[in-house]
């Protein structure tokens, strides 16, 4: 038995969903596929893609992976299609039983929260983004488009279905706004720095306001808004960063900074950008290259399209990408959750572990289940 069938995911998930505050559509069929390749020839391949005048929707959707390097997964849709309902208040029905294995179990988590931290005490980095992951298997089937309508409940996130190479689909609700560029305009809204949310009103200000004064927080912030405002000001005539501030989700605060320019040039397309800034420091490390190249080794896997970026890119240049985060990759044989959190100097292998878990409740809770595999208790 699996946790979820060929079927159900074919059959329930739209092939393209992203609905959120910011934007709403969903796009049905796959007419063409763009040729996949690296992050860095992406803007050159959708260019000859919009150049060879094919016709159907001037758009191509999908995913690009956390590794730059790694071959991407675009398509241009057929036809637009209509943004299933969400459930709001709902949570997973759970599937009992339902095995969880943890890779890497938490121990060798906190391990390399340590490992990471005399990395940057000797200067090879200033921050790393460490993950972990769930691989969920259970003996029922669920219907992925269920999970979809369940996520929607966190109507502050972003909720993104996307499909990956192999059957697979990647879904999830995601706080973050990578990049957006609407005509000469570009926004991003980086986060970085978390603390669980609380259900007593006044402790849930109490845990904002804290995230604010921490001085950890801010540094591991300002390391991501920086990068994000240096890597795009080169490419604007105005940019301009708002103050930072606690940004909500159903069940976490981040500090975030909105950031706003102007393009130099107007025909910089979307894709440019996306190249020059993914991945920044929020789901990565600083500086960017040393980091990159120590999270294999510390992390133990892959992690394919987890923390890389979801979105579009349309004829005219402008385009929409949102990090791939409080997400699972969905297959035929279960899904896989992923959840990470940004070590910095001072920071502690048992709080880093319980803000990946707290971070793993958007997704447990379409689940309904807790890391565990149990029902999630009423207070999650
Ligand atoms: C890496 C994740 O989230 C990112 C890391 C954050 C942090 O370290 O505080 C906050 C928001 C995201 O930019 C994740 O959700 O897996």
Redesign the pocket.
């Known amino acids: 038995m699996t946790l979820l069938s060929a079927q159900s995911l074919a059959a329930r998930l739209p092939d393209f969903l992203i609905a959120g505050p910011g934007h709403a559509l969903a796009w049905e069929g796959v007419r063409r596929r763009l040729a996949a390749g690296p992050l860095a020839s992406l803007a050159a391949r959708a260019a000859d893609f919009f150049a060879a005048g094919h016709d159907g929707p001037q758009r191509l959707v999908g995913a690009v992976p956390f590794d730059p390097q790694a071959a991407d997964a675009l398509f241009q849709p057929a036809r637009e299609g209509t943004v299933p309902a969400g459930a709001p208040g709902a949570r997973g029905p759970a599937l009992l039983p339902v095995q969880v294995r943890h890779e890497p179990p938490a121990a060798a988590f906190r391990a390399a929260v340590a490992r990471a931290t005399e990395r940057i005490g000797a200067g090879e980095f200033d921050k790393i983004?460490l993950?972990r992951s769930l691989h969920l298997a259970a003996s029922g089937d669920e219907e992925a488009g269920n999970l979809l309508a369940r996520l929607r409940a966190d109507t502050l996130a972003t909720v993104f279905s996307v499909p990956l190479p192999g059957g697979r689909h990647l879904i999830g609700a995601t706080?973050?706004l990578l990049l957006e560029r609407r005509g000469a305009q570009v926004f991003s809204h980086p986060?970085?720095?978390?603390a669980r949310r609380s259900a007593d009103p006044r402790a849930d200000r109490a845990a904002a306001a804290a995230l604010l004064g921490s001085d950890k927080d801010r540094r591991?912030h300002g390391m991501a808004a920086e990068m994000v405002l240096d890597t795009l000001a080169p490419f604007c005539r105005r940019i301009a960063a708002e103050e930072t501030r606690p940004v909500p989700t159903a069940r976490m605060w981040?500090l975030g900074t909105r950031i706003a320019g102007e393009l130099r040039d107007p025909d910089t397309p979307c894709a440019a950008l996306l190249a020059a800034l993914h991945p920044t420091p929020?789901?990565c490390g600083l500086p960017r290259a040393p980091a990159l190249a120590a999270l294999p080794g510390l992390e133990g896997y892959d992690r394919g399209f987890y923390?890389g970026a979801v979105g579009w890119l349309e004829a005219s240049g402008d385009g929409c990408w949102y990090?791939a985060?409080?997400c699972a990759e969905l297959s035929a044989t279960g899904a896989r959750l992923?959840?990470?959190?940004?070590v910095v100097a001072g920071s502690d292998p048992a709080a880093e572990e319980a803000?990946t878990s707290a971070?793993f409740l958007a997704m447990l809770a379409a689940f309904g289940i807790d890391e565990s595999g149990n029902p999630m208790s009423p207070e999650e």
């Open positions: 983004v993950s706080p973050e986060l970085a720095g978390s591991e981040h929020a789901v923390a990090l985060l409080r992923y959840a990470g959190a940004g803000e971070k």
